[in-house]
């Protein structure tokens, strides 16, 4: 009974394989395809799933079917199967921490990253409050996330991918970067010990070294990076390290979250109708934008100013200086201090 359920399945999938879809719209697949995956993922928890007994092909050569000594079975990704493709073929070095070179102009506005889905599992590298956020300090930007851990606490892959570097830096101390398939790059840094070799490929939750301090840190903790083509953008766009979960299936990358000013923030309605944007109202905010800063103007505050002086000799109101500035009618004006006045 249950070898006719498998074969009526594997039927399904390779007719599912050579169907012929209709072509849709940009929006419209963008509104289609990742609804499933809009789910938050909750972490695999290691070592939990049963051994495999068989592995079966499927239609697609990088997806097998793993039956299991329970009678259980699931989907796994076999990245191998992907060796020769182009993601894990340019800028792989396995020397050198960000080998990319990619200038940002040249990067899509959008793009979308499949994180997990019913051949891939998530799992959280280490569960724990964030200790020091991403972004922008006073000093050095922070390109990653500070997570606590104690000497020798295992660390894990977040997703399925293939290790590119397992490495000392100065910095990041004993580094390991896995390449995940869809263009993702995820670093572990000031580990104890490595326990993978580049090239290998890992699956979500597998060890790839042990918790530490070393390079440039000051105590125990993972240094956690999620990079595209170099660029960092906040790891907890993707993950809410504190209940260990994965917030959806697939980020929506966008090229202003590559930024150390981009940190995340708590969903919204507004962030859902974001994701929905086309390339074009992408692109439109982001020419407005730079029109607004071309055409910014600033005033240096000195002795006898007042608001309603200002507004008055830029022809604007009181209310839109506040507003530019973050202030109100009633701050007290410092001489010397930068006032945006149009
Ligand atoms: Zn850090």
Request: proline fraction near 6%; glycine fraction near 8%; charge should be positive.
């Amino acid at each position: 009974m249950r070898r006719f359920h498998l074969i009526a399945f594997l039927l399904c999938l390779s007719v599912a394989a050579v169907a012929q879809t209709p072509r849709l719209t940009l929006k419209e697949a963008e509104r289609l395809v990742p609804r499933e995956l809009r789910k938050p993922v909750k972490s695999f928890i290691p070592g939990s799933r049963p051994a495999a007994h068989d592995t079966l092909d499927t239609s697609n050569p990088a997806v097998k079917l793993v039956l299991c000594t329970d009678g259980t079975w699931h989907y796994s990704r076999d990245l191998s199967a992907l060796a020769d493709s182009a993601v894990f073929r340019k800028c792989w070095k396995t020397g050198e921490i960000n080998p990319y070179r990619t200038r940002m102009q040249d990067l899509p506005w959008r793009v979308t990253l499949i994180l997990a889905d019913s051949a891939s599992r998530y799992c959280c590298p280490r569960q724990v409050k964030v200790f020091s956020p991403f972004g922008h300090r006073r000093h050095r930007d922070h390109t990653g996330v500070d997570l606590p851990l104690p000497t020798g606490t295992p660390v894990y892959a977040a997703f399925d991918g293939r290790v590119r570097c397992s490495m000392y830096n100065r910095g990041y101390g004993n580094v390991v970067v896995i390449r995940h398939a869809s263009g993702l790059e995820t670093t572990y840094a000031h580990l104890s010990e490595r326990k993978v070799q580049p090239g290998d490929y890992v699956s979500a939750g597998d060890v790839i070294g042990l918790g530490g301090s070393t390079g440039r840190s000051t105590g125990p903790h993972l240094h956690f990076e999620t990079r595209y083509e170099g660029y960092a953008f906040d790891p907890q766009w993707l993950i809410d390290f504190q209940t260990g979960t994965l917030r959806h299936g697939y980020f929506v990358l966008k090229r202003k979250n590559l930024s150390p000013m981009s940190k995340y923030y708590p969903e919204s309605e507004e962030e859902e109708e974001e994701i929905y944007k086309t390339e074009e109202e992408e692109r439109a905010e982001a020419e407005r934008i730079a029109k607004e800063m071309a055409a910014a103007k600033y005033h240096t505050i000195q002795s006898g100013d007042t608001l309603l002086g200002l507004a008055a000799k830029y022809h604007t109101t009181v209310a839109a200086i506040c507003k530019l500035n973050g202030i109100t009618p009633s701050t007290t004006l410092r001489i010397g201090k930068k006032l945006r006045v149009r």
